[in-house]
């Protein structure tokens, strides 16, 4: 199936036109560039010129559409018109003609057109000028020069620039879409971090005040239930200080104007205690040296969201918590009873394992949980390297 040939743009419609009429108008009033009399004149009939005017007009209107299709037509248009009394629109149309072609054609015509018309125009200087031994027949490769080189030239030198032009463009909109996609990527990242802090300040307390609220409910023993509620109240008053002081920086940066101190390995025995008082028998067996603090930080959440599953998962028995420091790397295992098919004693979302996971992978280093001879452990190795001693 044939293409359609495109819309020819409506300017080149109006040059067209312009050209025919102005034309017409010169012939008209009896202006020609030539002499019946001119040896180059082959057809001195008046009416003559019209014909290639008419011709390289009608190429006007594909000087966009198709530039060398209006080109070559023109051209020869113009030969008919040097046998003729000739017409000086006919070369201004046809000087347009040579500049769309190079503007508008392909790239491999933007740069044969002004080699090919180069040449043209040294050829048509020298070669006249040492046939004649006149300096004169120089005066016809300046003519061709102007008809053609000049502008084959500026054509040229305005598609480089509107090149240079859109090249730029598209390094910009790359520019922007690479900083969006940095923005995006440095907001999602943000966003993961804070949720993982989030969870990992946050559930152990929730937790436990979900597991204490239970049993205060589900017994019948006064004393039972007053330290239920004790832990209930220390753990929700302790959860509500740390949401503050999050949303706080989250807001504004201020918090309540306290510093917001990062856990540390010297944490670990409150932590171990603070679980103790929810009813979790936990065993600390913490060897280690001086660890930097993003380390410090990590294995302080990993034991703390460890020991907050076994608060919610854990079967009767001991949960040992041990920590060994091993040359530049530091491990930390966590086991608790386990036995499968127990319902937990609270809801779990499972987004703790991937915070620890990730956390893991921030630094490093290696993470994983499982099941293992009839005990739920949890295992983290992390690099010992960067960051400042805590």
Known sequence: MARALPRPHRDDLWIAVGGLLGGVLLWALGVRPRLPSDSTVLWAAPWAPLLPLAVTAACEPLRRVRP????????????????????????????DLVYAAVLYGTPAAARRIPWIAGMLTVLSGVVP?????????????????????????????????????????????????????????????????????????????????????????SLDDPKTSEQALTVIRENSVAGLDEMRRLIGILRDGSGD??????????????????????????????????????????????????????????????????????????????????????????????AGLTGMRERAALLGGRFEAGAEDGAWCVRAELPLTGGDPA
């Open 129 to 217: 000028a040492a046939l004649l031994r006149d300096p004169q027949g120089l005066l016809i490769g300046v003519g061709v020069g102007v008809v053609a080189l000049a502008p084959a030239s500026t054509g040229a030198l305005v598609r480089n620039h509107r090149d240079a032009a859109e090249a730029a463009r598209l390094r910009a909109d790359q520019t922007a879409l690479l900083a969006e996609m940095d923005r995006t990527h440095a907001v999602a990242t943000e966003r993961t971090r804070v949720a993982r802090e989030l969870h990992d300040m946050i559930a152990n307390h929730l937790s436990a005040i979900a597991i204490h609220s239970t049993a205060a409910l």
């Open 257 to 350: 104007r306290r510093p917001m101190a990062s856990p540390t390995l010297d944490g670990l025995a409150a932590l171990a205690e603070g679980f103790r008082a929810g009813g979790l028998d936990v065993r600390l067996d913490a060897g280690h040296g001086q660890v930097p603090a993003p380390v410090g930080l990590a294995v302080y959440r990993i034991v703390q969201e460890s020991l907050t599953n076994a608060l919610k998962h854990a079967a009767d028995g001991p949960v040992l918590v041990g920590l060994r420091q091993d040359g530049d790397s530091l491990s930390v295992r966590v086991t608790s009873p386990y036995r499968p098919g127990d319902r937990p004693r609270a809801p779990g979302s499972g």
């Open 68 to 95: 060398r299709t209006g080109l070559l037509l023109g051209t020869a248009a113009l030969a008919l018109d040097t046998v003729t009394l000739g017409s000086i629109v006919t070369l201004v149309l046809y000087t």
